[in-house]
């Protein structure tokens, strides 16, 4: 029986997807690249952002392709949530920031209220220990324009303003995943108004 449930849990384990994302408790890697608000270009700085309480650093695959299309309307929808309990959002792809000036602008998506950053050769997203997929030749995005960069995995971290994770969010959906990060600040939100 022991050995029955032994191998059903090895064979459970190796289903699972390997997620070799940064784990709770380390350092996140500090960044500065392009970002757009409002199809507005600027320079962002992690760090920056730091100063002023937890930052949700979101990695998706890019701009107007479905899931990230989720993603990004729900984080726009919720971002007043994120703001009361005194957390920034970052989005982060491969995208140019090109691209990135109409996501963030469009209505249907980051609609104005979520900065996205450029991420143009994936080197946030390897320091971040997430895979990044090359270009798939002929795919397009929802618009029908075509897509020449790769891809990062969905994973999402909640930074602390000590520069720590706080949680890696990854296999999630993208309602999901904006679901648990909204969860995480508001407890960490919770915990600091309690604090000494």
């Known amino acids: 029986m022991k050995r029955l449930l032994l191998t059903g849990l090895l064979s459970v384990s190796c289903a699972l997807p390997a997620v070799a994302a940064l784990k709770v408790g380390d350092a996140a890697p500090d960044f500065k690249t392009q970002a757009s608000l409002a199809g507005k270009a600027f320079d962002y700085s992690l760090q920056s952002a730091l100063s002023k309480g937890p930052v949700v650093v979101y990695f998706y695959p890019s701009a ?4 990230c299309n989720i993603q990004a309307h729900t984080f726009a929808i919720n971002a007043d949530k994120f703001a009361a309990a005194h957390a920034s959002i970052i989005g ?4 140019s920031i090109d691209r990135l000036n109409d996501f963030s602008k469009d209505p249907d998506y980051c609609a104005g209220k979520v ?5 143009v050769d994936g080197t946030i997203a390897k320091s971040y220990d997430l895979a990044i997929r090359p270009p798939a030749e ?8 075509d897509l020449h960069h790769g891809f990062a995995e969905r994973t999402t971290f909640i930074v602390t303003p000590d520069g720590k994770i706080a949680a890696t969010l990854s296999g999630l959906k993208p309602a999901e995943n904006v679901a648990k990060a909204l969860e995480t600040v508001q407890a960490l939100a919770a915990t600091a108004s309690v604090a000494p």
Request: glycine share 20%.
């Open 64 to 67: 107007y392709t479905g899931g």
């Open 92 to 95: 982060v792809s491969l995208d």
């Open 115 to 119: 900065a996205v950053a450029a991420d």
């Open 138 to 145: 002929g795919k397009k995005d929802s618009r029908g324009v």
